[in-house]
């Protein structure tokens, strides 16, 4: 693996991500942000922000894949969530867990959830970006 993720001394142990992630690979892949849309482009789950993050998460994954990765090579994530409010970080983990189940794996990479006013289109809830770092 060409990440190494840390919760150095110092620093609070979050659970959900890790502080630090430690790259020594050689390729940086860059994933635009990805929305809540199928293969045709369509928003998938309106108005359900918990399976919204899920399919941001799956589309990241087949970004990944694409360019011979997967989560285990993400060394930063960055979600940006329209009108974030703490009481939606239990649907925002649930989108998470569900991702997870269906990846193998839970991702912790080092993150950063930026509340914003709106998204390309209403419907989308979140979207999610990712920077990878492969072998």
Same mark, same amino acid.
């Given at each position: 693996?060409? $990440? ?5 001394? !110092?620093?609070?142990? $979050? ?6 992630? #430690?790259?020594t690979?050689?390729?940086? #892949? ?16 309106? !108005? &359900? ?10 589309? #990241? ?11 285990? &090579? ?41 509340g914003?006013?709106a998204? &390309? #289109? ?14």
């Amino acid at each position: 693996m060409a $990440i190494t993720l840390v919760d150095p001394r !110092g620093l609070p142990e $979050i659970g959900a991500y890790r502080q630090v992630a #430690v790259a020594t690979g050689s390729r940086l #892949v860059f994933v635009a942000g990805q929305v809540s849309w199928d293969a045709d482009g369509t928003t998938v789950s309106e !108005g &359900d922000l918990a399976a919204q993050v899920e399919r941001c998460y799956l589309n #990241v994954a087949t970004a990944l894949a694409a360019a011979g990765g997967s989560f285990a &090579d993400v060394a930063k994530l960055t979600v940006y969530v329209v009108d974030w409010a703490p009481e939606k970080l239990p649907l925002f983990l649930d989108g998470v867990s569900r991702a997870a189940a269906k990846l193998g794996g839970t991702p912790v990479p080092p993150g950063t959830l930026v509340g914003v006013a709106a998204l &390309d #289109v209403p419907e989308h809830l979140v979207e999610v970006e990712a920077t990878a770092v492969l072998d």
